[in-house]
């Protein structure tokens, strides 16, 4: 378990973070040059002037560059996460995304996992491998309590972001878990709902309770956990 972990966390943690550290900027030439970062669109712009028409070449005599701004998030990011027997892949990417996004400065993260029942594992963040072994797969699926017990962790709704990680499976009351959504949103809450993937990347979900919750105000997609890092960002 600790190989597969250790293994994720190599591959996505650089991906988040490059995605939530900050977007980039125009800037003008650099000592810092990096081909990642030239700005080709822009040299061109700027280097009109030293076009020659008989050899048909530009010959730029500045070179532009895009630089990173640097991004603050400042927001309390809420990881709610189906524990029914279906989710296992999606567990495992979503206790290794929690334990990077903990360590991102200006971010707090809480993390929670229901069946039937809801338990909050937050204090578990510094060790997904411990996190991973604290979540027991199988049982019911009542996303609406989840939902609710979320809702009672939110001190600055403008500043938070909920995201659902689940099959979308209800089987408690599905109405109870629209009025929810919608609350949360007249929250001014973002939230986001991230379908459940197998072992090969396929989305597995409930399309119609999916639809039910977007037309709630929920954001729905199928990602890949790199992709939802941007996403987030």
């Known amino acids: ?49 030293h076009y020659d028409p008989e050899t048909r070449k530009l010959v730029p005599q500045r070179l532009r560059f ?35 996004l903990a360590r991102l400065p200006g971010v707090e993260v809480r993390f929670v996992v229901f069946d ?50 689940s099959d979308f499976c209800e089987g408690a009351s599905v109405a109870r878990l629209v009025a929810a959504v919608r609350r949360l949103n007249e929250a001014r809450v973002v939230t986001l709902g991230l379908a459940a993937l197998d072992e090969a990347a396929t989305p597995v979900y409930d399309q119609a309770i999916a639809t039910r919750l977007a037309d709630a105000g929920m954001q729905v997609a199928a990602l890949t956990p790199d992709r939802f890092a941007e996403w987030l960002a």
């Open 1 to 49: 378990v600790a190989q597969v972990v250790d293994e994720i966390v190599r591959r996505l943690k650089p991906r988040m973070e490059r995605s939530l550290s900050g977007r980039r900027r125009r800037h003008r030439a650099t000592a810092l040059r990096s081909a990642a970062d030239f700005d080709l669109a822009g040299t061109v712009r700027s280097n009109l002037a």
């Open 66 to 100: 895009n630089s990173r701004q640097s991004r603050r998030l400042t927001w309390t990011v809420i990881l709610c996460v189906d524990q029914s027997g279906s989710m296992l892949m999606s567990l495992v990417h979503a206790t290794v995304m929690a334990s990077i």
């Open 116 to 165: 039937t029942a809801v338990v909050d594992l937050t204090d578990r963040l510094d060790d997904p491998i411990d996190l991973l072994f604290a979540v027991q797969l199988g049982g019911g699926t009542n996303i609406g309590a989840a939902l609710a017990y979320c809702e009672s962790l939110i001190t600055q709704p403008s500043r938070t972001i909920l995201a659902l990680i």
